[in-house]
Nanobody
Framework: QVQLVESGGGLVQPGGSLRLSCAASRSTFSFNTMGWYRQGPGNERELVATITAGGTTNYADSVKGRFTISRDGAKNMMYLQMNSLKPEDTAVYYC??????????WGQGTQVTVSS
């Protein structure tokens, strides 16, 4: 199973920016969809954004226009650029990958805290 490691989380003030990274343990070229999910305090895990191998993106309504998902197959990486952060974006952010013919893989998560 592919291993995923997130990084880039931290504490940021409202209106600030962070860039999350997800490193995969092997080539992601064949992965149809990769994505970011988050789980805030007392909430269920929810979709933030997904990106297909062809580059088609999908975003939760709550982050449209503020977050940008991207992937670099040559580096086995996926990113989430988060701008105009709000306190309600506070959550643990998880990387997800769906390799063909394998169960989905999850990273361990990275904490994002938006607070003044």
């Amino acid at each position: 199973q592919v291993q995923l490691v997130e990084s880039g989380g931290g504490l940021v003030q409202p209106g600030g920016s962070l860039r999350l990274s997800c490193a995969a343990s092997r080539s992601t070229f064949s992965f149809n969809t990769m994505g970011w999910y988050r789980q805030g305090p007392g909430n269920e895990r929810e979709l933030v954004a997904t990106i297909t191998a062809g580059g088609t993106t999908n975003y939760a309504d709550s982050v449209k226009g503020r977050f940008t998902i991207s992937r670099d197959g040559a580096k086995n990486m996926m990113y989430l650029q988060m701008n105009s952060l709000k306190p309600e974006d506070t959550a643990v952010y998880y990387c997800n990958a769906r390799p063909p013919f394998e169960p989905p893989s999850w990273g361990q998560g990275t904490q994002v805290t938006v607070s003044s």
